[in-house]
C-alpha cells in the first residue's frame, strides 16, 4: 500500500544514453512533482503536474521531458545523460498544491 | 540564490533534551512553511506546517516557530529520542495560485543527531 512508488530505486547508465523513471501515487491526488537532489543535498524542483497539465517548469534542460498519462501517473525521461544529471530524483504528490509526499528516490549514476 | 538557508549542517543533542532546528528565508512572498525529516535511502516525509497567519503550531512533541519579521522559522523537538536522528529541511512556498502553485523551496538540511 505505498503512497508514492518510483522505479526504478538504482539505474546506472552510460553518457549519452536515455533513460526513463516511474513514478506512481495511490493517494488520488491532483498535483505531482519532480525533484532533483544535486551532490550538495539541494532539493529542487524540476517540474509540477496538476491533472496532467504541466503548471511548473523549472530552467530544465529540454532533455528532460516529463510525461503524464493519467493524474496518477508522473514519469520523467532523459535523453542524452550527461555526468551531471547524476544526482537523486524525488517524485511527490499533494492534493492541490499543500503538503507534499515524497516517493523514496532513485539514485541514477551516469558513468 | 538561497532563499531558503539552514546555516547550521549538523546538531547533535542529548536523548530527553531538546532539539532547535532553524532556518532563515529571503523571499518575502514565502508565507506557508514546512519542516521535513528524511532517513537514508527514504524520501522526506512531512512533519508539521506553519502558515504566515500564524506565529506557532504545534504537534505532539514538535513545535514550529514563525517570526515574520525576521523571517526566521525553527522547530523544536521535546523531548529529543534516539529516532529523531535525520536530516530535516526546511521549506517555503508563495501564496498558491498561478505558476507558483504548490512550488516548495528547500534549505540545504540540518543533520539531527540524538545519543542516548
Known amino acids: 500500500?505505498?503512497?508514492?512508488?518510483?522505479?526504478?530505486?538504482?539505474?546506472?547508465?552510460?553518457?549519452?544514453?536515455?533513460?526513463?523513471?516511474?513514478?506512481?501515487?495511490?493517494?488520488?491526488?491532483?498535483?505531482?512533482?519532480?525533484?532533483?537532489?544535486?551532490?550538495?543535498?539541494?532539493?529542487?524542483?524540476m517540474f509540477s503536474y496538476n491533472n496532467k497539465e504541466l503548471i511548473i517548469n523549472e530552467t530544465v534542460p529540454n532533455r528532460f521531458s516529463p510525461k503524464s498519462p493519467d493524474k496518477a501517473h508522473l514519469n520523467l525521461h532523459i535523453n542524452s545523460l550527461e555526468l551531471g544529471d547524476s544526482a537523486v530524483y524525488f517524485c511527490a504528490s499533494s492534493p492541490r498544491g499543500t503538503k507534499q509526499f515524497f516517493g523514496p528516490g532513485t539514485r541514477l549514476t551516469v558513468l | 540564490d538561497q532563499q531558503v538557508k539552514q546555516n547550521s549542517p549538523s546538531l547533535s543533542v542529548q536523548e530527553g533534551r531538546i532539539s532547535i532546528l532553524n532556518c532563515d528565508y529571503t523571499n518575502s512572498m514565502f508565507d506557508y512553511f514546512?519542516?521535513?525529516?528524511?532517513?537514508?535511502?527514504?524520501?522526506?516525509?512531512?512533519?508539521?506546517?506553519?502558515?504566515?497567519?500564524?506565529?506557532?503550531?504545534?504537534?505532539?512533541?514538535f513545535?514550529?516557530?514563525?517570526?515574520?519579521?525576521?523571517?526566521?522559522?525553527?522547530?523544536?523537538?521535546?523531548?529529543?529520542?534516539?529516532?529523531?536522528?535525520?536530516v530535516y529541511f526546511c521549506a517555503a512556498s508563495p501564496n498558491a495560485g498561478g505558476t507558483s502553485y504548490g512550488k516548495l523551496t528547500f534549505g540545504q538540511g540540518t543533520i539531527l543527531t540524538v545519543h542516548p
Open chain 2, 34 to 61: 514546512l519542516w521535513y525529516k528524511k532517513y537514508p535511502a527514504e524520501g522526506p516525509t512531512f512533519l508539521i506546517s506553519i502558515s504566515s497567519i500564524k506565529d506557532k503550531n504545534e504537534d505532539g512533541r
Open chain 1, 1 to 45: 500500500d505505498t503512497a508514492v512508488s518510483q522505479t526504478p530505486k538504482y539505474l546506472v547508465t552510460q553518457m549519452g544514453n536515455d533513460k526513463s523513471i516511474k513514478c506512481e501515487q495511490n493517494l488520488g491526488h491532483d498535483t505531482m512533482y519532480w525533484y532533483k537532489q544535486d551532490s550538495k543535498k539541494f532539493l529542487k524542483i
Open chain 2, 63 to 86: 513545535t514550529v516557530f514563525l517570526n515574520k519579521s525576521a523571517k526566521h522559522l525553527s522547530l523544536h523537538i521535546v523531548p529529543s529520542q534516539p529516532g529523531d536522528s535525520a
